[in-house]
Each structure stands twice: as C-alpha cells, then as structure tokens.
C-alpha cells in the first residue's frame, strides 16, 4: 500500500464522517462549523489528483470565504439560544428513499461503465499551465464568470437593501 | 487508489448533500447541501482529469473544478442575502413555511 | 449608333418626366409661376424629344440601308422558363417616322394647347395628361417586343380616356370617355389573346419566347404551319391584333367611340383622335407586317373592313353639322383608307397615308379648335360662314389641308390615297376600289361643305360673337400654319413610278416593311412592253379617274352650298333625300343599334339578375335565415342539456383532479426536488434493464 492511498483512505473516512455530522447534526451552528473540515478534506483529495492549485483555491476561496459568510448567515438568521428548533429535519421518509436510491443509482452506473484510463496520473505544478488555459482558452468564460460575481455581489447588496426601505 | 473510489467517495457525498437539501427546514441548511453536492461535482471533475485521457488539455477538468468553487462563491452570496431579506420580512428562514407557492 | 441608343432611351422618359413633375406639382407651379411656365414646362419636353428624333433620323440616315436599325436593352422585365421579356427599344426606319410625327406633331400642338387651353383652371393637369399620353405613344412605337408595345397601347387608352374626360364635370364628357375606354378594352382583348397565341405556340417550340419582333419575324414561317380547330395559327393570330386594331384605330364595328371622343379639348382631338393614337393600329399592322403577309384571308377581311369604314364614315360625315363631329368621322375614314392600303399589301402606302394624314388632319383640327374658341365655343357649323374674313391665317390653313385631304394633284393626300387606291384596284377584288373610290368623292364632298360653310357665305350666329371674333394669338396660328405647309408639301416624299418620282419613303422603309409585291416569294407577272405600258396607262387612268371624281363632288358642294343655296333647299324637300338626310345624320342609328342589341338587353341583363336577387337570392337567404334559427333552438335545447351538462361534468372532474393534484403543489421545493431525483432515479434503472 502506497502512502498516496493511505492518505485517500484516511481523507475518505475523514470526509463521509465530517460530512454526516453536516448533514445530521440537530445544532445549525455545529453544522456550519464542520462544513468547514469537509472543505478541507476535499482539499486533501485534490491534492492527491494533483489538483495544487485547486487545492489552494479551495482553501482559500472555499473554506476562508463561502464557510464564514455561512457562519454569519447561520449567526445572523437562526435563533442560535434554541438549536432543536433551528435545525430540524422533515420528509424524512421521501428523503430516505430519494437519497437511497440516487446513490444506488450513482454507484451502478460508475460500475458499470469502462472508463478509459491513463497509465498513471501526473503529479506536477500546475498553476502556471491553469494560468495559461485561463487567459487562452477559456478566456470568455473567465471573463463571464466574473462578471457574474459581480452581478452576484451587486444584486445580493440590492435584494437586502430594498427590503430595508419598506 | 482507482478512479472508481474517487467516484464512490463523490457520490457519498452528492447523498448526503441531497439529504441536506430535500430535509433540512433551514434554508441555511440547504445551503449546506447544495455546497456539499457541488463539492461531490467538483471531486468528479478533479478525478476524471487525474484518471482519463483528455482530448484537449489534461487540465480542463481542473478549470471546471475552479469554475466550481467560484459559482459556489457567487451562488452562496446571493442565496445568503435572500436568507437574510427573507428573514427581514418573515423573522424566521424555515423553508416549510415560506410556501407561498402552495396551490 | 451610340447617339441614337442614348437618344431613344431619352425620348420615350422625357414626357413622362414632365408628366410626373406637371402632374404631382403643377398644381403648385402654377399657382406660383403662373400659366405660362407651367406651359413651358410641357411644352419642353416634347420639343426637346422633338430634336432628338430628327437628329436620330438625320444619324440614321447617314447608314447604310440595310443597317438602319438600332437596339437597346435596359433591363430583364419578366423572366417566368422560357417567357423572357426585355425592356428593349427598337429603332429602325418605320419607328423613325413614327417618331418624327409623334413628336413633331406633338411639339406643334402642345404649343398650339398654350392658347388653346388659356385660363382653364386645370391647365396643369392638361399638360400632365398629354405629357403622360406622349410618353406611352414613344413607348408603343419604339417598343422592340410586344410586351413593351402593349404597355404603351394601354397607357394611350389611359389617357384617351383621362383626355376625353378632361372635363369631367360635364356628365355627357364623362360618359364620352367611359365609352372610348371600355370599347378600346373590347379590342385590347384581342390584342392580349393574339399575344397568349404567340407566347403558348412559340415555347411549344423554341427553347426561348422573347416576343421581340425580330424573334417573330425569324419564327413567323415555322409558326404558320400550326393550325387552331383546322384554322391557320397565324390566321387567327392576325385577325386577333386586327381586333385590338378595330378598337384602337378606330374601324367597324368599334368605331363608335372616336366622334363622341370630340368631348376633349380640340388639341387632343388633334394628337390624340387624329394624328397619333389612333394610327397605332396600322402601326402595329405595319410593325408585324411579316406575320400579316403569310396571312392572307386575314389581309383580305382588313382590307374590307377598312374599304367598309371608309365608305360608311364618309358617308356620316356628309350630314354632320357639329365640325368636330365631321372632322372625327372624316378622320374614321381616313383611317379606313390605311387598313385598306394595309390589307391589299400596300404597306408601305397606308403608313405613308398615316404620315400625310397626320399632318392634314392634325392641321383641320387646330384650325377648327381655333375658329371654335374665337367663336366662343360654338361647334354647330350652321351658325358659322365667312370667317375667312375675320381669321385669313388659320382659315387659309384650313383650306390647305382640305385641299390636300381630298387628293388634289401635288397635295399629301394625292399621292397616298392614290397609291392606296391603286393597289386595291391590282388587289383582284374591284369592290375594294370601288369603295374607296366613291368615298374619296365623298370626303371632297363633305370637307368642301364645312369649308363653304364655315368660311365662305354670311355669317349666321349673333352679332356680338361677331364682332369678337378675331385672328388667334401666334402660338396658335404658327402650329396650324407649319402644319398646312406640311400637308400640301409631305407628298413629295413617295412620288410613285409612273408620275416620275422615286417612292423615297417607301425605300426608305423597305428593308424593315417589305410590301407584299416585293416580297421574296411574291411571283411577279412578266409583262410584255405592251402591258407594261397598259399598266401604266392603267394607273395614269385611275389617278384622273379620281381627281377628276373628287373635283367634281367639290364643284357639286360649292353649287349646293354657295352658288344655289335654293337648288339645294328644293332637293331637301323631297321625301326621300330627307329621309337619306336623316339616316345619315344619325350616323345610321348605329349607337341606337348598339344601345338595343348589346347595351339594352344587358340593361335588361342586369335588372332580370337584380330581380332575380331580390326574389330568389335573398329568399333563399331569408329561407335559410329561418331554417337556421329552428335549427338555432334546437341546437339550443341539445347545449344546454347535453353540452351543458358534459361540459359541467367536465368542469367538475378537473376540480377533483385539481383537488388531489395540489396536494402536490406544496409550495415546498425540497419535496419538488426530492420528488424529481426519485424519478430520474427510477427512468434511470429503467433505461440501464432495458439497455443492457
């Protein structure tokens, strides 16, 4: 067993654990805060797939940014004195058998597709090359895309601004 | 460790995210899901670049993977700041009642 | 060669440029500028085109016979398969001459309008009218392809009938011009059949039908041999445009439009209804005149329409007492003297009787438009006499061309009434001749009459007419002059074999309008030196034959009406002159003959279809009215109880479904959501069994 797989190994326990306690907690905070772990974890996984950069991004982009503005959110709407009520589940049973068989579904169809693999991945640098690619191919989705968080940060000030005038 | 791994730690991963999202009365919660679901996505991406031959550059998938993160980002401010409207106007963010679409 | 494309594409647009201009803002041109330069404006045009069809002529001219002909194409028209029209030009000797007349002739009387129609209120819109009519005469004669002829044979009747009704106010005017519009659309008719024939039987057998004449002309041998019902393509293809020619031009039995075509103003009568438009049949016989030749029986039915015309319009015009009426009548059979000249295969003496007669005729109505408005708009000839006093210039003019209009020696007419004559006489058919003949004395005979009776004699109107009478302004008289010379002098131009001339214009037409005893397959009789001369005796022999006829109805028309007014008056008193009198005077009931045979029982026609309406029609109507509401109340009763009640019974399951479905409609997207993964989930399992 190589160290790469013990570490995917321990990445995997490590995120369908944190992810449960995410998804089963009864306290909306503990929730936002383990979010955080399972951010991380997929970090780790991206390193593993030689994904550096992508790690950093998501770290940083991820876990720095999107788990604190759910922190505050968590913070600024729930009434945290009382978590049984912030945080209960409903449609338990449609939520089990939709889950259910969705994963069922998921896990057929990656087994029973041949995929066509490479020999062995490669590890290296890569963020000079994604920087490449950026500004190269895929330069008018950049372009979009941050466009896009613009409109998104605009029109988010904009929706909680207009209900402040009422 | 194989392709398939990577997939079935991903489609983990998409399950609970999709639990979150059809159970969870908090719309922060739901939230949550929807991260964990498009991290489920971008771990496929990640993998399928790692593992498979690509036509054009071995990275795309990591570009769909960063293309991920950041629609995250942008679809968490937008969704944290109808939270925050909803809760100005209802003082609650209880997804099971804010049904002003029932028919 | 490049002066002529430029100048015929020019002329036809130049009148229709001052028509467009005269008619969108003459209005206001004259309001501002006042009559005479709205009358300069229209009179431009035609002067201008003028020039450039006499210096074409003169460039033509300088080319050799054989090449005188001149093409130009503007543009594709229709393009439908093997139907492919050209707007396309053509220029050759014959369409020079028409040129020559239209707008020569046109210049003068557009001048000569200038005071003949002073201080009409709708002076603009004349010269619009003639300057639009201008434009669609150039285009029919300089049309290389019957399409392109056609349009403008239409835009003459337009305006013939917009110039009759030029005064529109009056009901009789405006009735005149309805009459010339829908009878010329009688002929029109012919014209497009003739057309469709040609079209259908060409691209049965040409891979391309351009309808252009020298297309035609190449095809005219190969078309002949196809029949119609046993009857000769080329036949019926003829007899076809000789209808739309009646209609035109004018013959029996659709004549009935040109004397009460008088309506309009005079100078109209004198372009339009007398020197131009209604010479474009014979034009378009001279113009076709290859497919005419391979068409015999229909050269004989012209040549006896036109002899036929010619008699019986001469005979109208001789108990006429309105001198327009008799100048319109004269013109009817003049122009049966050119489809005589026509239908014998004298085609080049009936377009050279067209040249002449433009210009007589032309110059007898400016002379009677003249006279007519210095006395005060009187028409009726028995309240005129002895104006020659009073107006020498236009009364001398109009002596001239009488004079030259009755075929005296060394006039226009002479020359080509008489060729016309003679080759009718050579035309194996006597009765033709004859015809002709008599109405030559007769023409004399009555031109005479209005002469004597409008110029010479006492005057028989009221004093105060009289003593306002006067000489017309210069841009008057000048026109009628020029065109008095004209008429005593063209007749030069076709002095025949035996009287020691050259035929020049026939020459010059030749290579373009070949008549039919010079034609390649005409057999020409050998004479001996004997009947050479015996011929020629013969044609010395019909020429005095009728001068000396044609001089004598005159004497006869000075005794009655100058020397013995009694003699005249005792031979009316008879009851059976009277009764001649009268017949001709009501131009032999014909008008009442058509109103009882075609415009009565149409009448009836359409008061039996009204009654018919009113009884049948409109009962039905009201019957099924009824019908329908029963129909109505019992259709009524079946909705409310059954439709009703189905449509109920609908309205009542969807609320129940409607019930039981919103259960659904929570408004809970999560369970939207986790509904929607179910079944992806489960189409999915489906399609991977059935896939596998």
Redesign the interface.
């Known amino acids: 067993m190589h160290v790469p797989d013990l570490f995917f190994m321990f990445f995997t326990i490590f995120v369908l654990v944190t992810a449960s306690i995410v998804a089963f907690s009864s306290n909306m905070l503990h929730s936002a805060f383990t979010l955080f772990f399972v951010l991380f974890g997929m970090a780790g996984f991206y390193v593993l797939l030689g994904g550096d950069f992508v790690a950093m991004v998501q770290l940083m982009v991820y876990a720095g940014g999107v788990n604190v503005l759910l922190i505050f959110g968590t913070m600024l709407t729930g009434d945290i004195a009382k978590p049984e009520i912030s945080n209960l589940s409903f449609q338990g049973i449609l939520t089990f058998f939709s889950g259910v068989s969705f994963m069922a579904v998921l896990l057929t169809v990656f087994e029973k597709t041949e995929w066509t693999l490479l020999e062995k991945g490669v590890r290296e640098p890569t963020t000079a090359e994604l920087g490449k690619l950026l500004l190269k191919d895929y330069i008018l989705p950049f372009e979009v895309i941050s466009f896009l968080l613009l409109a998104a940060m605009v029109g988010s000030v904009l929706i909680v601004l207009q209900r402040e005038k009422d | 460790?194989?392709?398939?791994?990577?997939?079935?730690?991903s489609?983990?991963?998409?399950?609970?995210?999709?639990?979150?999202?059809?159970?969870?009365?908090?719309?922060?919660?739901?939230?949550?899901?929807v991260?964990?679901v498009l991290?489920s996505a971008?771990?496929n991406f990640?993998?399928f670049?790692?593992?498979?031959?690509s036509k054009?550059?071995?990275?795309?998938g990591?570009?769909f993977?960063?293309?991920i993160?950041?629609?995250?980002?942008?679809?968490?401010?937008?969704a944290?700041?109808?939270?925050?409207?909803a809760?100005?106007?209802y003082n609650?963010?209880q997804?099971?009642e804010?049904?002003?679409?029932?028919? | 060669m490049d002066f002529i494309q430029t100048s015929i594409t020019i002329i036809p647009f130049l009148p229709l440029l001052g028509a467009l201009v005269l008619g969108l803002f003459g209005k206001k041109i004259q309001a501002a500028l006042g009559e005479n330069m709205t009358g300069i404006i229209g009179c431009a045009t035609p002067v201008i085109a003028a020039v450039l069809a006499f210096s074409s002529f003169f460039v033509l001219l300088g080319m050799e016979p054989e090449q005188r002909i001149v093409r130009v194409t503007m543009a594709t028209w229709v393009s439908v398969a093997e139907f492919s029209v050209d707007w396309a030009f053509r220029y050759d000797t014959l369409t020079s001459m028409m040129l020559m007349i239209i707008t020569g002739v046109g210049s003068l009387i557009h001048i000569y309008s200038m005071g003949y129609m002073h201080k009409d209120e709708s002076f603009w819109r004349f010269f619009a009218y003639i300057n639009l009519f201008l434009s669609a005469m150039l285009m029919l004669v300089l049309g290389d392809n019957l399409l392109i002829m056609f349009l403008g044979w239409e835009g003459v009747g337009l305006c013939s009938y917009l110039l009759i009704g030029f005064w529109f106010s009056n009901y009789d005017f405006a009735t005149a011009g309805k009459k010339a519009f829908i009878v010329n659309r009688i002929g029109d008719l012919g014209f497009i059949v003739g057309m469709f024939l040609l079209v259908l039987y060409s691209s049965l057998n040409f891979d391309i039908v351009t309808l252009s004449f020298g297309e035609l002309e190449e095809r005219a041998l190969t078309l002949s041999q196809f029949t119609i019902w046993n009857w000769p393509l080329l036949e019926v293809v003829s007899i076809c445009f000789f209808i739309g020619a009646m209609g035109k031009s004018a013959q029996i039995p659709l004549y009935i439009w040109l004397p009460d075509a008088m309506a309009g103003p005079t100078p109209v009568s004198a372009l339009i209804h007398a020197a131009t438009m209604v010479t474009a049949g014979v034009y378009m016989i001279g113009r076709m005149f290859f497919i005419y030749s391979l068409a015999p029986e229909a050269m004989e039915f012209i040549a006896l329409i036109g002899a036929l015309t010619c008699f019986f319009a001469a005979t109208v015009g001789m108990a006429q007492m309105d001198i327009k009426k008799v100048l319109a009548y004269s013109t009817v059979s003049q122009l049966g003297y050119m489809f005589l000249g026509m239908g014998v295969g004298s085609f080049s003496y009936g377009l050279f009787h067209l040249l002449t007669h433009a210009a007589f005729k032309a110059c007898l109505f400016m002379a009677a438009g003249s006279i007519i408005v210095a006395l005060h708009h009187e028409q009726d000839m028995r309240k005129m006499g002895g104006v020659l006093k009073k107006m020498p210039i236009t009364g001398y003019s109009f002596i001239a061309a009488t004079f030259a209009i009755m075929g005296f020696p060394g006039t226009s007419g002479f020359f080509s009434k008489d060729e016309i004559l003679e080759g009718a006489f050579l035309s194996g058919h006597p009765i033709l001749w004859a015809l002709g003949f008599v109405a030559a004395g007769i023409t004399s005979f009555y031109m005479w009459r209005a002469v004597f009776m409008t110029f010479y004699g006492e005057y028989r109107g009221d004093e105060e007419t009289w003593d306002h009478c006067h000489e017309q302004p210069k841009r008057t008289v000048v026109p009628i002059a020029i065109l008095a010379i004209a008429a005593l002098l063209l007749g030069f131009l076709n002095v025949p074999d035996y009287l020691g001339g050259s035929e020049l214009f026939s020459h010059y037409l030749e290579p373009f309008v070949v008549n039919l005893n010079h034609q390649a397959n005409y057999v020409a009789p050998v004479l001996t030196e004997a009947e050479h001369h015996r011929h020629e005796m013969l044609e010395w022999g019909l020429m005095i034959g009728t001068v000396s006829w044609s001089l004598f109805t005159a004497f006869l028309a000075w005794f009655l009406y100058i020397k013995s007014p009694q003699t005249r008056e005792k031979i009316m008193a008879g009851s059976s002159p009277q009764a001649l009198f009268t017949l001709l005077a009501n131009k032999y009931y014909v008008d009442e003959l058509y109103d009882t045979v075609v415009v009565e029982p149409l009448g009836k026609l359409y008061r039996f279809l009204a009654k018919f309406d009113q009884k049948v029609v409109d009962g039905a109507v009201n019957g099924a009215g009824h019908l329908g509401r029963i129909f109505g109340q019992l259709a009524g009763l079946f909705d409310a109880k059954i439709v009703d009640g189905m449509v109920n019974e609908t309205a009542w399951f969807t609320q129940i479904a409607g019930r039981g479905m919103s259960v659904l409609q929570s408004g809970r997207i999560q369970a939207l959501v986790g509904s929607s993964l179910l079944l992806i989930s489960g189409v999915a399992t489906l399609l991977m069994l059935y896939l596998d």
């Open positions: 460790m194989g392709l398939s791994a990577y997939l079935m730690v489609a983990g991963l998409f399950a609970l995210g999709m639990i979150m999202f059809i159970s969870k009365k908090n719309t922060i919660g739901i939230l949550m899901g991260e964990l991290n971008a771990l990640m993998a670049s790692y593992f498979t031959p054009g550059n071995q990275l795309d990591q570009i993977a960063i293309f993160i950041l629609l995250a980002a942008a679809e968490a401010v937008v944290l700041g109808i939270a925050i409207a809760y100005k106007e609650h963010v997804a099971d804010l049904i002003s679409l029932k028919g």
